[in-house]
């Protein structure tokens, strides 16, 4: 048989088993998405695909279901989608039957977890940081500072002699689950007024003359 060609070694096949034969012209070939020879008779599903959702923090921690639009292969959808209370920046949420469609359905859609930029908290791991502003005088005295939340503005009990740059640790008020929040850390920034008025200054200077404070 040296030398017959592919056509003739079906030709041969097929005139010994018949047209039936797994061997004749054609029985042989591989099904496209098949990696092994021979027919498999089952459709297959789509392929799984990737996308970004951004959240603000706010929607990070209360969770729950949200209609949220994602960017995809098809363009953007507006889907339902579940968020874990807290989840973590990176993690991937697993929608099924959202991915590219096939033969015998659709495939899956993993959305990775970005947060959104927040004009007032910096993410660090589960915990959250902020500034708190502080006038000088209760800086100096002691009192009570505003500290914003994700929940709504709180009360922080300010020292007496606190300076700008010190930092109040506020437990449970980060990100996470119930349980297992971080924790909220306010620096406090002294502020001063950029105008102060002729009485105002006076008071001010009479300060520094009598003063025995340095930095």
Not at 188 to 198: E, H, L, N
Request: proline share 6%; net charge positive; hydrophobic share 35%.
């Amino acid at each position: 048989m040296g030398g017959m060609g592919g056509s003739g070694f079906s030709d041969f096949f097929e005139s010994l088993f018949g047209g039936g034969s797994p061997f004749a012209r054609g029985a042989g070939r591989r099904p496209e998405g098949s990696p092994f020879g021979g027919f498999t008779g089952q459709p297959s599903r789509g392929r799984d695909t990737e996308a970004e959702v951004s959240l603000s923090l706010e929607d990070v921690q209360a969770g729950g279901v949200k209609s949220l639009s994602v960017q995809g292969d098809s363009g953007v959808r507006t889907l339902k989608i579940n968020i874990p209370a807290g989840i973590q920046e990176g993690k991937k949420l697993r929608l099924a039957g959202q991915g590219r469609q096939g033969p015998a359905g659709a495939g899956d859609l993993f959305l990775t977890v970005r947060y959104k930029p927040h004009p007032v908290f910096r993410v660090e791991g589960a915990n959250l940081e902020c500034d708190a502003g502080v006038t000088p005088w209760d800086a100096v005295l002691g009192g009570t500072v505003r500290v914003h939340t994700l929940e709504g503005d709180i009360e922080l009990k300010l020292p007496a002699g606190t300076s700008s740059g010190r930092k109040f640790r506020i437990k449970g008020r980060g990100l996470g689950p119930a349980g297992a929040r971080g924790d909220l850390i306010a620096r406090i920034a002294v502020k001063v007024p950029s105008q102060i008025t002729d009485e105002e200054r006076r008071l001010w200077e009479e300060l520094k003359r009598v003063s025995t404070f340095s930095a």
